[in-house]
């Protein structure tokens, strides 16, 4: 079975490298464990972007688009899907509204783009009717009852998961499981056997329960598996991970001012896909007798007649949707001249 595990330290709380920036994170007293054999769609996308550095650059497009969506610090805190809301431990249907099942609803961190349907989440391979072990992480050690729930045949992958789409009996259910391991780090965690429902077919997502039994607490989570045949084998993550099919970005150029002698111009880099775009080089060809003087909000190079900006360290990052512009000024004895074509590509 691949294992992608790293250690992380109990001081996973203290400042973090993230996206360019630095963020400081305070964990829950009570943050539990999420899924690592199926994992979960936080742990998996941990697994899938975490550097040496700390920093957590997604290379799966549906990872990318959750933190697109609710920023990086939930998946520094992978662990932490869950609810305390409740007035009892362990509620479901009536509970987590339908389209936020993925991320308990919860109340810790933003873990809505977790919700998101896409198909290109990262996937465990399983075979239907077998019995496999399965692993759930112990970040922080608490009493309580596991549920492993699945989705139903026919549900639609398309949409936000609801709870009409998940079998209302659990699959495999479990009180105080042994464990290995000590808590605040992935190689700790519960295990049990289980037995995977038979005769399944293709894409369906396990939906796991974490029913403290010591406080009001619930833990959620989703772990996207594919019933062919695997063993457990893990897809989508690192240089698995799917590349993005849509066009990566677009630029528009403008003239914002102009003189004698001159000019200044604007363009605009846009993203039109769904998928966080991490870095951008717009390209133009300048006029016969174009030179450029200034120019700000990214990196200018210039090769004959070929004029190219690329992304500054600070505006590296295109959510879906998003812009960012940058602008220079010209010097030109003729009128302002706007370019034919203006290219932009993404890595």
Sequence with gaps: MQRLWRSVSAGICAMLLALGGIIFLALPAS??????????????CYEDGITSTGQIVPHNPACAAAIANSGPTPLYNWFAVGNRSGTTSGETVGFIPDGKLCSGNSNYYDFSGFDLANPNWPKTHLTAGSTMEVRFNKWAAHPGTISLYITKDGWDPTKPLTWSEIDPTPFSTVTQPPSVGDPGSISSYYYWNATLPAGKTGYHVIYSVFARTDSTETFYGCSDVVFDGGNGQVTGIGATAPPPTETPCTATYSIVNSWPGGYQAQVTVTNPTTLTL???????????????????????????????????????????????TFGFTTNQASAPVIPDSISCQSP
């Design 278 to 324: 991490f870095g951008w080089t717009a390209g133009w060809v300048l006029a016969n007798d174009e030179t450029i003087g200034s120019s700000w909000n990214g990196n200018l190079s210039v090769a004959g007649s070929l004029a190219t900006m690329k992304n500054a360290d600070w505006n590296v990052t295109l959510p879906p949707g998003g812009s960012v």
């Design 31 to 44: 943050a539990h464990g999420a899924m690592l054999i199926p994992g979960s769609r936080t742990f998996l």
